[in-house]
């Protein structure tokens, strides 16, 4: 290497190629993250550290790959999902893919857990059904709503059990609230119920054996069922674009 050569390479400076150059950026977290845990509030401390040189973050989080400026569905399972969701959806997918399933099927499952990626926990499946509404069938946003409270239920015609990994998350003897009852049952006699369902086989973590999977060989399936906008996800106007936007930039303060 030349003694000009720039080492470490060079990244990205967050005083020049970010939003707030020059000034210390804080990150407030959201209050979902902390209302209720053990975390202190910190929007107090915060708010007195505030001042000149002191601004709360706006745009881009160097701490983050940067996004492209017209991001499409693969964009947010490489550069915004946690490991777990990203791994959890392509898995999924690939399973149902294999098995002969139906596209939309296929893609109901690669969305299913959308909302875990990078967005919020809580009611995922209709977080994450309200995300792809306008993108996909109603059938597959439907599905992926549902798969939520019939994930709890046990359906022998089809070979599907009362999941381990629940016993393991919530403790024996859970009882999933009134909601939850009531969305199932209806589910059921719903003409989409298996679409759902499906997505409830599939649903299953491999957090030991997992083979990397490529999410390119999704690539069609999107093209054909994921009406992408040109404008990228969460620039188009959508009714849910906002929600896109905050997977984007999830350190605004506002
Ligand atoms: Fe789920
Ligand atoms: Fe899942």
């Not at 499409?72 to 997918?93: E, M, P, Q, V, Y």
Request: glycine fraction near 6%; charge should be negative.
């Amino acid at each position: 290497m030349s003694d000009d050569a720039p080492f470490p390479p060079k990244t990205p400076d967050p005083d020049h190629d970010y939003p707030q150059a020059g000034l210390e950026r804080m990150i407030m977290p959201s209050p979902i993250a902390f209302v209720g845990s053990d975390q202190p509030n910190p929007e107090m401390p915060l708010l007195a550290r505030m001042g000149p040189g002191h601004v709360f973050m706006m745009g881009d989080n160097p701490a983050l790959p940067r996004m492209p400026k017209q991001p499409k569905l693969l964009d947010f399972f490489r550069l915004r999902f946690g490991d777990i969701t990203f791994t959890h959806l392509l898995t999924s997918a690939k399973r149902a893919l294999d098995e002969g399933h139906d596209e939309k099927i296929v893609l109901a499952c690669l969305l299913h857990d959308i909302a875990n990626g990078c967005l919020i926990r809580v009611d995922h499946g209709y977080w994450g059904a309200q995300l792809i509404a306008p993108y996909v069938s109603e059938e597959v946003a439907w599905a992926v709503e549902k798969h939520q409270a019939l994930r709890y239920f046990a359906d022998e015609s089809v070979g599907y059990a009362y999941p381990e990994s629940y016993v393991k998350f919530f403790g024996p003897g859970y009882d999933p609230p009134e909601y939850i009852h009531k969305e199932a049952e209806a589910a059921r006699t719903h003409r989409w119920y298996m679409s759902a369902r499906l997505i409830t086989l599939y649903d299953i973590y491999f957090f030991d054996k997992a083979d990397p999977i490529d999410p390119q060989i999704f690539e069609d399936v999107i093209g054909r069922h994921f009406k992408q906008p040109e404008e990228g996800l969460g620039f188009d106007g959508s009714p849910t674009a906002h929600m896109w936007r905050t997977m984007i930039w999830p350190n605004n303060f506002l």
